[in-house]
């Protein structure tokens, strides 16, 4: 009798103090971060996109398989690197960016471009 209290003072208390604060979002958000997933992010459809591609290539030669970008899965952490060049997402690993502008600089003054 005592854990059913328990329970119901537990229940009570999480609706009064939700850990998800986006509970009215539509879209995906990171419990841990609170980051929201733009429209390009499908994880929480993976097993769907998975069996698709799985479908598409059954019974062919591995050769001839060919498996397109847009059947990708793509998560949050996917996007949150990506900048868009010429109208196609592309993801950014900032430390090699960071390393190419480095050896890219000629002089101090150079370097005073990419101060923010």
């Not at 005592?2 to 537990?10: A, E, R, S």
């Not at 997933?37 to 996109?49: F, G, K, L, P, Q």
């Amino acid at each position: 009798m005592q854990d059913h209290k328990d329970l119901v003072t537990f229940l009570q208390w999480l609706n009064a103090h939700s850990p998800f604060q986006y509970h009215n979002q539509t879209s995906i958000v990171a419990v841990s971060t609170g980051l929201v997933a733009d429209a390009s992010v499908n994880c929480d459809r993976a097993r769907e996109i998975g069996e698709a591609a799985a479908t598409s290539i059954d019974g062919k030669v591995f050769s001839d398989v060919k498996v397109k970008r847009t059947d990708r899965v793509k998560t949050i952490s996917g996007t949150i690197n990506t900048v868009t060049i010429r109208g196609k997402s592309v993801v950014v690993n900032p430390i090699l960016l960071f390393n190419r502008i480095t050896c890219a600089i000629k002089s101090s003054s150079d370097g005073k471009l990419f101060i923010i």
